[in-house]
Each structure stands twice: as structure tokens, then as C-alpha cells.
């Protein structure tokens, strides 16, 4: 257990539907990450937060994409009108951005599977 | 990192045995390499992390070699325990231009880890 903890851990859904999951990071850890990986691949970079600020996104991140890091504390990543090729685990990570790398510390993923 | 494919490359070794898995990088800019365990259901573990000013770094069983000349890393793994299987990606980072980073990982094509008792 890193002490990042992500909810829910699974979640199936209909195509179309909107889905919101939650990321709660190490509670001191100012940058908080969100990353898709999809079978059999290496995660991919979604998004960053530096406390409430999001400062970088993906172009993977569609408009149907949507973060937020209301308090600088938890984040939640909500897709709306899912797809089938959403389907893949959502994986949250966090770490003390202080210097140039500070080790990221990840969750253990939302899976989300779109029928 | 490199893109991947569907298909992960394997490694199977037995129990004590030594095992090297190999990551190519693509980007020359890369300032900092992360190798990463995954086990099935789990997030990504870090495990060893090497810096572009390094071709050399030992931890406890485990040594990361960097070959900016190739765009090569790889992770060796000493006296391989059956609690190593797992997938086990390499990751990059780049400075941005003022010689900072925020911490956007790129990861490269895992590799499948089977230690056989």
C-alpha cells in the first residue's frame, strides 16, 4: 500500500454514460498525477496537478475528459458519454514536487470496463 | 519510451538465477530513467531510478545500467525470487527548458517477469 488510494477500484457501465472516479494522494504531496493504461501497455500520462492547479494535459485527454483538483487535496477524473475504447485502468499517482524528481507514488488503479 | 505493442516480451528464469530485462528509450532529452514493478491488480512500484549523468546504479539486488550512447537501459535483478514475477516497465522523464520537471512520466514496452520455483 503506497498510501495513495483510488475509488472505485472497478467499474463497469453502459456505453454513454458518465463515470467519475476519486484519487486521494499522500496527504502532503503537492503534485498529483493521472495516467490510462490500457492491456498490455505502459501507462500514459493524462494529467498533472500542482496543488489546485492543472497545468498539463494530454492530448488523450478529449473534451469528454474532465479533471479536477477542487482543494489540492483530492482529484477526481470524470468521462463523460463513455466509449468502449475508455475501457482501461485509471491509475492516480502522487508526490512532493520539490525538486527535480521526486519519486511518484502510484494508486492502485480504477478499472473501467464500457459495454 | 518506446511505443509498444500488444504483445510484451517475456522473460522466464528459475529460482536464484540472474535475470536482465532491456528497455529502449527514444527520446535524447530523457534527464532521468525510473524502472517500474508492476504486480497484477497493482499500481506501478518503483524500483531503482538513475540519473543521464550516471551509466551505473546499485540497489539491493538490483543494478541499472544507461547507454545514452544506444538509448538503452537495463535492470538486472540478482538471485531472482519468485515474489520478483511481475511486469516491469522503464520510464523516462525530461527537463523542461529551465532545467526543471513536473514529473510527466513516458513509459516504454513492459516485460513479462516469470520466476520459476
Known amino acids: 500500500d503506497t498510501g495513495v488510494s483510488q475509488n472505485p477500484r472497478h467499474k463497469i457501465t453502459k456505453r454513454g454514460q458518465n463515470v467519475t472516479f476519486r484519487c486521494d494522494p499522500i496527504s502532503e504531496h503537492n503534485r498529483l498525477y493521472w495516467y490510462r493504461q490500457t492491456l498490455g501497455q505502459g501507462p500514459e500520462f493524462l494529467t498533472y496537478?500542482?496543488?489546485?492547479?492543472?497545468?498539463?494535459k494530454s492530448r488523450l485527454l478529449s473534451d469528454r475528459f474532465s479533471a479536477e483538483r477542487p482543494k489540492g487535496s483530492f482529484s477526481t477524473l470524470e468521462i463523460q458519454r463513455t466509449e468502449q475504447g475508455d475501457s482501461a485502468m485509471y491509475l492516480c499517482?502522487?508526490?512532493?514536487?520539490?525538486?527535480?524528481?521526486?519519486?511518484?507514488?502510484f494508486g492502485p488503479g480504477t478499472r473501467l470496463t464500457v459495454l | 519510451g518506446e511505443s509498444v505493442g500488444l504483445h510484451l516480451p517475456t522473460l522466464s528464469v528459475q529460482e536464484g538465477d540472474n535475470s536482465i530485462i532491456n528497455c529502449a528509450y527514444s527520446?535524447?532529452?530523457?534527464?532521468?530513467f525510473i524502472w517500474y514493478k508492476q504486480e497484477s491488480g497493482k499500481g506501478p512500484q518503483f524500483i531503482i531510478d538513475?540519473?543521464?549523468?550516471?551509466d551505473k546504479r546499485q540497489g539491493q539486488r538490483v543494478t541499472v545500467l544507461l547507454n545514452k550512447t544506444v538509448k538503452h537501459l537495463s535492470l538486472q535483478i540478482a538471485a531472482t525470487q519468485p515474489g520478483d514475477s511481475a511486469v516491469y516497465f522503464c520510464?523516462?522523464?525530461?527537463?523542461?527548458?529551465?532545467?526543471?520537471?513536473?514529473?510527466?512520466?513516458?513509459f516504454g514496452q513492459g516485460t513479462i517477469l516469470t520466476v520459476h520455483p
Open positions: 527520446n535524447s532529452a530523457s534527464d532521468y
Open positions: 538513475i540519473r543521464s549523468n550516471m
Open positions: 520510464a523516462d522523464l525530461e527537463a523542461n527548458a529551465g532545467g526543471t520537471s513536473y514529473g510527466k512520466l513516458t
Open positions: 496537478f500542482q496543488n489546485e492547479a492543472q497545468l498539463e
Open positions: 499517482a502522487s508526490s512532493l514536487g520539490q525538486t527535480f524528481y521526486n519519486e511518484q507514488f
